[in-house]
């Protein structure tokens, strides 16, 4: 399985502090994922990077991806209360239309 | 565009029901997922569709569970009979296959089976 694993499981801050989020993975890829789901709501993207890329910016949000490790990691920068959430990766793999196969989540809460 | 609709939100059955879940896709997208999501398992991927066409269901816990989509705007995931241990959210998720890149998810129906 090339399910992604995020670390750590759950991250507790203070507003205004930033979070990191990290993520494995065990195949060769096509590109990662993040998604974000509030409680009681569907998973909402937020952003991609492909294989070629090392790093991409949106917004409050830098993702990093290094695949000789096979890792990746999600900053949210200057957190909010409103950022608390369970954040996922998922992985695409290298050929075809193939499902996103998602990892059990990192549940940040962000204290006002 | 509304979004993935997924129906009914919630449903609470007694083991041995049959119970149906219904979820419309993104128009334009011929991608379709079914995940079913619970605190133990996380997110599993059970099966999903390109072009209408069933493309893996190895997710599909057993024989219990079957899938369907009839056409490009419609798809059901039936559970018969239904069991206790199936209890979780199901969500489904579409996708604009020829680009392989984001899932549109819908709410999820949070499934009580008692």
């Known amino acids: 399985s090339q399910q992604g694993e995020e670390d750590p499981q759950a991250l507790s801050i203070q507003e205004g502090e930033n979070a990191t989020m990290n993520c494995s993975y065990k195949?060769?890829?096509?590109?990662l994922q993040w998604y974000r789901q509030n409680s009681g709501r569907g998973l909402v993207h937020l952003i991609l990077?492909?294989?070629?890329?090392r790093e991409k910016h949106s917004g409050r949000l830098r993702v990093t991806l290094d695949t000789s490790k096979k890792s990746s990691s999600l900053l949210i920068t200057a957190s909010r209360a409103a950022d608390t959430a369970s954040y996922f990766c998922?992985?695409?793999?290298?050929?075809?239309?193939?499902?996103?196969?998602f990892g059990k989540g990192t549940r940040l809460s962000v204290i006002a | 565009d509304a979004g993935v609709i997924q129906s009914p939100r919630h449903e609470v059955t007694e083991m041995g029901q049959e119970v149906t879940l219904r979820c419309k896709p993104i128009?334009?997208?011929?991608?379709l997922f079914w995940y079913r999501q619970t605190m133990m398992r996380g997110l599993e991927l059970l099966i999903y569709?390109?072009?209408?066409?069933?493309?893996?269901d190895s997710g599909m816990p057993e024989d219990r569970f079957s899938a369907k989509m009839p056409n490009a705007s419609f798809s059901t995931l039936k559970i018969q009979p239904s069991e206790p241990r199936d209890s979780a959210v199901y969500f489904c998720?579409?996708?604009?296959?020829?680009?392989?890149?984001?899932?549109?998810f819908g709410s999820g129906t949070q499934l009580s089976v008692l």
């Open positions: 998720a579409s996708r604009d296959g020829t680009t392989n890149e984001k899932l549109f």
């Open positions: 195949t060769s890829i096509n590109n």
């Open positions: 990077i492909r294989s070629n890329e």
């Open positions: 998922a992985t695409v793999r290298l050929s075809g239309n193939t499902p996103l196969v």
């Open positions: 128009s334009g997208h011929n991608s």
């Open positions: 569709f390109n072009n209408n066409v069933p493309i893996d």
